[in-house]
C-alpha cells in the first residue's frame, strides 16, 4: 500500500499531474489475494477480517467481496 488508494482502488496508469501515471490497483490486489486465499481455507468455520488505517478502509470497501469468498463460513 503506497498509492493512497485504500485497497479500492481499480484504475491504471492515471495522470496525477507532476508525479507521472499511477497505478491504483488496490481492489484487484486484494481479487488475487482472496484468488490464493479462499480455496486454502475453504472450511474455515469462521474468518475475520480486521485492518487498521488504510487496512481498516480497506476492509470496509471489500468486505462484501471477502464474504462472498467464504461463502460456508461466519466472516466477521
Known sequence: YCSGDVFAG???DVDVGSQ???QFIGHHNIDVFLDRVAPT???AAEVVIAGASA???GVGF???DL???FPESQVT
Open 41 to 43: 481455507f475453504k472450511g
Open 55 to 57: 487496512g481498516g478502509f
Open 62 to 64: 471489500n468486505a462484501i
Open 67 to 69: 464474504a462472498r469468498s
Open 20 to 22: 507521472g501515471l499511477q
Open 10 to 12: 481499480a484504475r491504471e
